[in-house]
């Protein structure tokens, strides 16, 4: 297997979809695991893309975990960075669905947020000779609401700096893993000073900055490289180099919209690699990155689970060839 271009590390773990829709938590009669985790979500559509991935996170040593590890292989995605812990399970999510699809995190069943695997990454097992063969690093923000995966993330940011990796945060706000919003945002708002890219959704923006406008986000960091703020449906909008624009979402039958902001976010890291961060500079090629992110994130809403609906690279050409937005 070639080095992987990009390390995901974070979380992965198993959605368990309410199978009814728009039921409530406790109204719902049946579940069906699928495998997710936004860094996971994203290793494996860049894999899918064509883009060598690898994930870096925890897992118990249990059957849910040794399923996603192995699933992870047979995508192709490097584990060299995954952990293992013995007494810490492997983290379920129970979400439950609208009438449209859209999702809700609705809890941990009979575990307490911070008693999964995922929260124990140890920072002094994390690989160095990944990062010093990678060109980014993808983070999420749920690691920060634990002491030991805290540590990780922070050794994790030190060491691509270190190797000169480019930075990628996805805020990835999901309330139900923190105890405080308030702690949530001053720890999500610390890390901002150390990323060279950043992507919100428009909830997300509007909570951390008061507004969904990328370039005043952009403007007002003051260190970032670029600015994504997806909105579902209703499309996003980006700020890169001096580029700025906002574009429609394409028209699809949505029948689950967990992970599409992670084929999204692999479509734009896919993208960029293929093309150079100086092509940024270049407006025509900013949209034509956008694009793709957006066929990727599109085509991952078509069918059920984060991982198993991820398109490949030819895929994504095809729906292109005949979509537009």
Known sequence: MSNPRVLCLGE????????????????????TPYPGG???????????????????????????????????????????????????????VYVTRDLAGDRTFAGFGSYDTSEFADTRLQAKQLPHSLFQEADFLVLGTLELAYPQSEKAIHHALSL?????????????????????????????????????????????????????????????LNSVEGVLVTDGENGCSYCLGENEGKLPSF?????????????FLAGFIHQLIQHGIQSLGNAETVKRIITYASAVGALTTTKAGAIASQPTASEVETFLACHQV
Not at 58 to 66: A, C, L
Not at 254 to 262: E, I, K, M, P, S
């Open 12 to 31: 992965v773990l198993f959605d368990c979809l309410a199978d009814q829709l728009g039921l409530k938590l406790e109204e719902v009669k049946s579940w």
């Open 251 to 263: 028209a699809v039958t949505v029948v689950d919209t967990t992970g599409a902001g992670d084929s």
């Open 160 to 220: 691509a700096e270190q190797y000169d990796l480019k930075i990628v945060l996805d805020v990835n706000w999901r309330p139900v893993f923190w105890h405080d919003q308030n702690i949530a945002r001053q720890k999500i708002q610390d890390a901002f000073k150390r990323v060279d890219f950043l992507k919100l959704s428009k909830e997300e923006a509007e909570w951390l900055f008061d507004t969904a406008d990328p370039g005043a986000i952009t403007y007002r």
């Open 38 to 92: 936004a860094p996971a979500n994203v290793a494996c559509a860049l894999v899918k893309l064509g883009t060598p991935s690898g994930f870096i996170g925890t897992v118990g040593e249990d059957e849910p975990g040794e399923e996603l590890v192995k699933l992870l292989q047979e995508i192709g995605v490097d584990i060299m960075g995954v952990q293992r812990h013995s007494t810490a399970p492997t983290r379920q």
